[in-house]
């Protein structure tokens, strides 16, 4: 187990850097210059100089590079082109609203997902089958930012039921839940599709074995047999997509948190988009491969607790 982990953190230091490094000659080659979107488009040449000057932006881009790396590995990611607060503070501060709506979104399409993939398989090729998989199908095709905004339309501003704008800052819990309904129900139904199909797949594999033919003739209990062997067997595919996925989940949950005016990472990379905030981006792309390669990590020891035959190597 320890030579495994220490593996996989090997490759995710490698994985980090490659991406780093791309991310650093990509936000490079953007068009625009930073210094002119802070300052306007009528700074003169002199501010724009004494700025460039100041941000290090005048430096050979090889220096940018070997600096920006000795930051990130003391944990200096420098300070934001456009704010001048550090860029890890400008991050944390949003952070936990993000992770706050992908794990909900995630425990919530598991939810719903898995018992239905598990009814659509049992079933299969009867009604429920056919209904479960057409859902799946219209929530595969529905891109994120335009289910936000039909969920908007419907249970915001013609039923009133949730607030228009989700602002994260509610004091009670009531409050908070309200305002993350519709947001979370957004991503969490996406989610449930993708699990939904997968379950199914996987369930449909298992029920054709031989030792769920030998437990069905020895008369054990029909949920026993489905939610106690069956499942767990099925489940390996399941934490696959699921951690595949949840780099998605959280890609999806910028365009949502753009919709819904959450605050989050969406607001924040936007921004630092629109304005060429350098330090920001190469920021918050450390956080987003951080987050990925400590999923993917999770997702591989998750493996040998489901099914114990599996072997770390």
Known sequence: MTAFVLKRLGFAVITLFAVLTIVFFIVRILPGDPAMAILGDQASQEALVALRARLGLDQPLYVQYV??????????WGVSMVSGRPVIQEILKVLPA???LTIVSLILGAVVGIPLGVW???RRNKLPDYITRMASLLGLSFPAFVSAVLLL????IQLRWFPVI????GTTLGERLRDLALPAINLGLIMAAYITRVARSAMLEVLNQDYVRTAYAKGLAFATIIWRHCLRNAMIPVVTVVGLYLGILIGNSVLTEIVFNRPGLGKLIIGALNQRDYTMLQGMMVIYTLIVVLVNLLTDLTYGLI????KYS
């Open 67 to 76: 600096q920006f790396l000795g930051g990130v590995i003391v944990g200096d």
């Open 98 to 100: 993000t992770l706050e």
């Open 307 to 310: 099914d114990p035959r599996i």
């Open 153 to 156: 339309l419907v249970f915001a």
């Open 120 to 122: 659509s398989a049992v």
């Open 166 to 169: 989700s602002s994260g800052q």
